[in-house]
């Protein structure tokens, strides 16, 4: 039974969220996506600050498209839905 005084994080990331234990198959699909198919650490940081501030983020989230934003910051093939000028598709 949920507590329902508990805070939603709105904002937050799933790797800063307390529930990040239920996501670690996610996490570990993240680490192990094949090199060719993954943007760099530093681009993927880069995407996820546009993310941690952008008020489509609900719970780690993408509230557009319904994605993990962690996952498609770190997909080359992947842009930004809400505005895909702040990232896009990484060469």
Excluded: H
Aim: proline share 7%.
């Amino acid at each position: 039974m949920s507590n329902p005084m508990q805070r939603v994080c709105k904002k937050c990331l799933l790797r800063d969220m307390a529930e990040q234990a239920q996501y670690t198959n996610l996490f570990s699909y993240v680490k192990n996506l094949p090199p060719d198919d993954k943007v760099p650490d530093n681009v993927y940081e880069e995407r996820l600050v546009f993310c941690r501030n952008c008020d489509k983020l609900l719970s780690g989230t993408c509230i557009l498209c319904g994605c993990y934003v962690e996952l498609r910051a770190a997909m080359r093939v992947k842009s930004c839905p809400a505005v895909p000028a702040r990232w896009g598709k990484y060469d």
